[in-house]
C-alpha cells in the first residue's frame, strides 16, 4: 500500500532562516511526489511537482529515491511562506488518472 | 475562469439525517475526485469519476455513502444517515485527465454532525 509520511505536525522558524520540510514515502510502483500548499482561508494549491523540477517561491524538493524522501526546502523563509503543507504522491504508471495519497500535513510558522 | 465551486461552504446536519454535497469542476476537466479530510489529517480519497463513470470507488467508508455525475460535469456527493464519525471537510477536485495533470481544488464542505 502506498504512503506518505510528514514527521513534523508543527515547524517553526524565523524569518530569514532556511526551512526544510520533510517527506517520505512508500510505494511500490512508480511514483509522482507533489507539494501541495494551503495558506490560511484559501484552497489548497499546487506549490511543486517532481518532474516539472522547477522552483517555486524559492522552495525546492528533490526526489530521493534511494531514501524514499521528497523533502521541501528553502534557504530563506518569509513570513508569507506561513501555511499548511502537504505532501502527495501519485502512481505515475501509464493507466493512472491521478489519485492522490496525501500526508498528514506540516503547519509551517516563520516568525518576523 | 471561475476555479471548482463547491456548495453549501458549511452543513450542520442532524444524526440520522441525509445531506447532499454539491462540486462544479472547472469546465472540460474530465477527471474529477472526491476527497475526506478529517480534523488534523490530510484529505483521504473516496472516489473517481471519468466524466460520466465512477472508475473508483475504492475510498467510500460505507454504503452510506453515494456519489454521482450523471452528464459528466457537476457531481453530487450524498451521505445517508449522518453519523458523527461523517463530520470533516470534503474536498472535490478536477483535472483535465491523467496523473500529470494538475488537480485544482474546491474550498471545500465543512460537514458537521450534531
Known amino acids: 500500500a502506498q504512503r506518505v509520511t510528514q514527521p513534523e505536525k508543527l515547524l517553526s522558524v524565523f524569518k530569514g532562516a532556511p526551512v526544510e520540510l520533510k517527506c517520505n514515502y512508500s510505494?511500490?510502483?512508480?511514483?509522482?511526489l507533489f507539494w501541495y500548499v494551503q495558506y490560511s482561508r484559501q484552497r489548497l494549491q499546487l506549490l511543486l511537482r517532481h518532474i516539472s523540477r522547477e522552483s517555486i517561491k524559492g522552495f525546492t524538493a528533490d526526489l530521493n529515491k534511494g531514501e524514499t524522501s521528497f523533502h521541501l526546502k528553502k534557504p530563506f523563509a518569509q513570513e508569507e511562506d506561513s501555511a499548511m503543507y502537504y505532501c502527495?504522491?501519485?502512481?505515475?504508471?501509464?493507466?493512472?488518472?491521478?489519485?492522490?495519497?496525501f500526508g498528514q500535513g506540516t503547519i509551517l510558522t516563520v516568525h518576523p | 475562469g471561475a476555479g471548482v465551486s463547491q456548495s453549501p461552504r458549511y452543513k450542520v446536519a442532524k444524526r440520522g439525517q441525509d445531506v447532499a454535497l454539491r462540486c462544479d469542476p472547472i469546465s472540460g476537466h474530465v477527471s474529477l475526485f472526491w476527497y475526506q479530510q478529517a480534523l488534523g489529517q490530510g484529505p483521504e480519497f473516496l472516489t473517481y469519476?471519468?466524466?460520466?463513470?465512477?472508475?473508483?470507488k475504492s475510498g467510500l467508508p460505507s454504503d452510506r455513502f453515494f456519489a454521482e455525475r450523471p452528464e459528466g460535469s457537476v457531481s453530487t456527493l450524498k451521505i445517508q444517515r449522518t453519523q458523527q464519525e461523517d463530520s470533516a471537510v470534503y474536498l472535490c477536485?478536477?483535472?483535465?485527465?491523467?496523473?500529470?495533470?494538475?488537480?485544482?481544488f474546491g474550498q471545500g464542505t465543512r460537514l458537521t454532525v450534531v
Open positions: 477536485a478536477s483535472s483535465l485527465y491523467g496523473f500529470d495533470t494538475e488537480a485544482f
Open positions: 502527495a504522491l501519485v502512481n505515475a504508471g501509464g493507466t493512472s488518472y491521478g489519485k492522490l495519497t
Open positions: 510505494y511500490s510502483g512508480s511514483p509522482e
Open positions: 469519476f471519468q466524466n460520466e463513470a465512477q472508475l473508483d
